[in-house]
Every structure is written in C-alpha cells, then in structure tokens.
C-alpha cells in the first residue's frame, strides 16, 4: 500500500507552547488528509478533514483555533497544538487518500504536554 | 448518522485455532464500504481487510475472511490460524464513499474495539 509518513512520533512540550505535527503522503498526491485523535484504550475520534488547498472542516466540538490544520500541497498536512495544555496529551493520527480511495495512515504522534 | 459497534471489548484464542469478531453497523446508505483495522502496539493503523457493501461474495485475505450480511448491517471477521503477531486491538470501520473533491465525506467511523489477545 501507499506510504503515509508522521513526524515527530513522540514529541514532550512545556504547557502554553505550540507544536507542529506533519503527515507527509510519500508516493502518492493525497487529495485529501484526516486528522483523528486517539485516547488511551479508545477509538479514534475524528477531529477535522482537510483538502488541498482549502481550509479544513472540523468537527464539532473540536477547537478550530485550537488546532490549526494546513493542507498547503497535495503531499503535506500538519495540525499545529496551540497553546498546548496537559489535557491536549494524547494520540494523534493522520491519514491521507487520494480521490476516491481508500486513506493509508501515519504512523500517530504521541503529544505529553507538561 | 453512521455508527459501528463492537460489542466485544476483549478476547483470547490460543494460537492455531479460530476466532471471531463481531461488528454491527447502522445506516441508512446503500452504498459504502466496510473495514478491519488491526491496530497492534506500535499504535500503526493497519489495513485488515476491506468490504464493498454492493459486492455479495465475503471478502477474504489470505488467513482472514469476512461474514457480510449486509440486510443484517452485520460485518464479522474471521481469523483462521491464529498467530502471536495476531494480538492486537481491531477497529471495525464505516466510510460512505467520496463523492468528489471536498466535504467529510469518505471519512472513517469506527467501533470502540475489540483488544484480540493470542496465547501461545
């Protein structure tokens, strides 16, 4: 299958910063990226659906300002935590698709927010 | 609104012998398509098996096959041979097909999961 590549897989941040997570389609064009997060010992819970080239669609409940998603090209998407706080700590997953196909994911970013 | 429930949250099955997981799902799509995702602790998401909701024949990968009854909204997986790198949580997941460029469509929904534990 396609490869879907996330960076950093672990990343710790002092509370009140940012981080930025990138989730790169390696050989394909990925038209569209999904962001989900992940609690320990639960599902995963869709945050927000990004196209190339426009802004993201959140869903609700999710913060928007919060959460910045960039799909600036056809192969990169990154969610950026602002103002990070311990209760943002968790699993976050992208995967990507292109067109019609089925999503290929990364490999998921564990953010611990201290 | 789609939703996908695993009603079991743990099992075991020791190594060599069958298992099944169960899936039901709600829609009131015609069209859409089905996922097993094996998720084992590296966290990596890992394409099992998928369904096309218009495809009557059960999908089968190799030691894994499916039980669709699609009137049911019922998507078991079986898992022949069970190996020790069988153990692993899986997701059973939902997606309308994308209609075009943009929208949330064609977004996964899953189940909670079901925590699959080989014994040696």
């Known amino acids: 299958g396609a490869v879907v590549s996330q960076h950093p897989s672990r990343v710790i941040c002092k509370s009140g910063t940012s981080v930025k997570i990138e989730c790169r389609s390696l050989?394909?064009?990925?038209?569209?990226m999904f962001w989900y997060r992940q609690f320990p010992k639960q599902s995963l819970m869709l945050m927000a659906t990004?196209?190339?080239?426009?802004?993201?669609?959140?869903e609700q409940g999710v913060e928007k300002d919060k959460f910045l998603i960039n799909h600036a090209s056809l192969t990169l998407s990154t969610l950026t935590v602002t103002s990070a706080h311990p209760e943002d700590s968790s699993f976050y997953i992208c995967?990507?698709?292109?067109?019609?196909?089925?999503?290929?994911f990364g490999q998921g970013t564990r953010l611990t927010v201290v | 609104a789609q939703t996908v429930t695993q009603s079991q949250p743990e099992m075991s099955v020791q190594e060599a012998e069958t298992v099944t997981l169960s899936c039901t799902y709600d829609?009131?799509?015609?069209?859409?398509?089905l996922f097993w995702y094996k998720q084992p602790p590296s966290r990596q998401m890992i394409l099992v098996i998928r369904?096309?909701?218009?495809?009557?024949q059960n999908a089968t990968e190799n030691r894994f096959s499916v039980n669709f009854q699609k009137a049911a909204k019922s998507f078991s997986l079986k898992i022949s041979d069970s190996q020790l790198g069988d153990t692993a949580m899986y997701f059973c997941?939902?997606?309308?097909?994308?209609?075009?460029?943009?929208?949330?469509?064609?977004?996964?929904?899953f189940g909670k999961g079901t925590k699959l534990s080989v014994k040696p």
């Open positions: 995967s990507a698709r292109h067109l019609n196909t089925e999503a290929f």
């Open positions: 829609t009131s799509e015609s069209n859409y398509y």
């Open positions: 997941a939902f997606m309308k097909p994308p209609m075009n460029y943009g929208g949330s469509q064609g977004n996964l929904i």
């Open positions: 369904q096309e909701a218009y495809k009557q």
């Open positions: 050989d394909f064009q990925a038209t569209t």
């Open positions: 990004s196209n190339e080239g426009s802004k993201a669609t959140y």
